[in-house]
């Protein structure tokens, strides 16, 4: 990606000034629709960015396992939201996607102390996905059916509620509706409009800002294949757990800890899924969304990624500031007005400047929340001491999950920037109705063949 940005921010590219007289920049620039009889038209930009942006937010989406009996339309309807989502910001779902996976890599760490019974497979990163994703349902005797996580599953395994899962990582891998066809059109997509691209800007051809924004989505979209290349998609049923133990059974073995009152399984006492948009936050906003059934039936898709402080961490912040900094590459581009530039310039800057806002603020509250913070104060100045979370520490995962004082920074934070993401979408279709000359041109391929 910084290849990519880095080409397009030094290649000159022939742009116009919008602060001409209409009768001279009548000369540079085509107004209204425009065919496409020896060139690109309107269609073509229009088609070419729409099917790539169409593509990048549909088939990357690899979403929870639904719940049982849930209709079609319901797990549709999600997944358009998630769509837009996906479209108005992608880089937070990006964020989850990277959430996700260090997840389920701890997950491999935390069953390695496990001793497998002989000829059960090893627990992979597809496990972990799939685990974590909601794919094991936990059945207890009379009780009320739940979905359980990976650091739920080895609690039960631990304490002998339930065995060790038979299931291989080609097993898991079965239970994907992963498509070819669908992932391998993709890739030529996405692949051929960064080649176009790329062509555009050697040989100093203008670049739309749809353009800009599409190429957006598809730096996102590769990123999100990586991340989430071992979660299964678009599964439909989990894999059923039985237990002889009832779950009363279950909490009062557990002590004292499992007496609290849960709000999503009843297992929370051992991990409870937090920090969650659905459960968590919404309810203090009077939202009604989101499963209504206790225990819940599925795991929801918007669980904050809680990725720590390694290299996923800085991999993520980044490509985040990379990709809110490819909307700079435009900068000097041709608009239709004047006004439309600025605008464009200050929500560029808008989207940049609250991406890091946003990073800030949740890096803190996150150590906070895990007591990273003391852990590194007591290594740097104390002398050191055991890095794994102590009893002190399990405390703090309790504390509130929003103080007071994130919420008074993080709301005017969300406001603007879901303005300037907003406007930066509507604009580049508005920016279709005047485009220079030169983004109607399209590339001599055959300039790039050796000839003699």
């Not at 497998?116 to 207890?140: C, D, E, I, Q």
């Not at 808008?350 to 509250?365: D, K, L, M, N, S």
């Amino acid at each position: 990606m910084a290849f990519i940005v880095a080409l397009l921010a030094l290649t000159p590219l022939p742009q116009v000034d919008a602060i001409e007289s209409r009768n001279d920049t009548s000369q540079t620039r085509r107004d209204g629709w425009v065919s496409a009889p020896d060139g690109r038209g309107t269609f073509d930009i229009l088609w070419s960015c729409l099917f790539t942006i169409f593509l990048c937010t549909w088939v990357s989406l690899h979403l929870n396992v639904p719940a049982a009996h849930e209709k079609y339309r319901h797990q549709f309807a999600r997944k358009m939201r998630w769509m837009l989502q996906a479209i108005m910001a992608p880089e937070f779902v990006l964020a989850f996607a990277t959430g996700q996976k260090v997840e389920a890599k701890r997950s491999v760490e935390l069953f390695k102390d496990l001793v497998l019974p002989s000829g059960r497979p090893k627990w992979t990163l597809r496990h972990g996905f799939y685990a974590n994703m909601g794919g094991f349902v936990l059945h207890p005797r009379e009780s009320t059916p739940f979905p359980v996580n990976s650091k739920q599953l080895h609690w039960l395994i631990q304490r002998g509620y339930v065995d060790y899962p038979t299931m291989t990582a080609k097993e898991v891998w079965d239970k994907s509706k992963a498509d070819g066809f669908q992932k391998s059109l993709t890739c030529l997509q996405t692949g051929w409009f960064i080649i176009q691209i790329i062509g555009r800007a050697i040989q100093q051809l203008p670049i739309t800002t749809l353009e800009i924004t599409t190429l957006s989505f598809v730096l996102c979209t590769l990123v999100m294949f990586t991340q989430w290349a071992n979660k299964p998609l678009d599964v439909e049923s989990p894999t059923v757990l039985t237990s002889t133990k009832s779950t009363a059974e279950i909490l009062i073995a557990a002590g004292p800890s499992a007496g609290q009152p849960y709000q999503q399984t009843p297992l929370d006492f051992i991990d409870n899924q937090s920090p969650s948009w659905l459960t968590e936050v919404q309810p203090h906003l009077r939202f009604r969304t989101g499963p209504q059934m206790r225990p819940l039936p599925r795991f929801t898709n918007d669980r904050f990624p809680v990725i720590g402080a390694g290299p996923d961490a800085v991999f993520l912040f980044l490509f985040t500031m990379a990709y809110c900094g490819l909307h700079f590459v435009a900068w000097d581009f041709s608009f239709p007005t004047n006004v439309e530039r600025s605008l464009w310039r200050a929500a560029s800057i808008a989207i940049a400047a609250c991406a890091f806002i946003f990073w800030v603020c949740e890096t803190y509250q996150d150590g906070h929340r895990l007591g990273r913070w003391e852990r590194w104060y007591a290594n740097w100045f104390k002398g050191g001491r055991d890095g794994r979370i102590n009893t002190m520490e399990k405390v703090r995962r309790n504390r509130r999950f929003i103080p007071v004082w994130e919420v008074f920074v993080m709301t005017p934070v969300t406001l603007v920037y879901t303005i300037a993401r907003t406007y930066i979408v509507i604009e580049v279709f508005l920016c279709q109705r005047s485009l220079a000359i030169g983004c109607f041109d399209t590339v001599e391929w055959s300039e790039f063949v050796p000839h003699f």
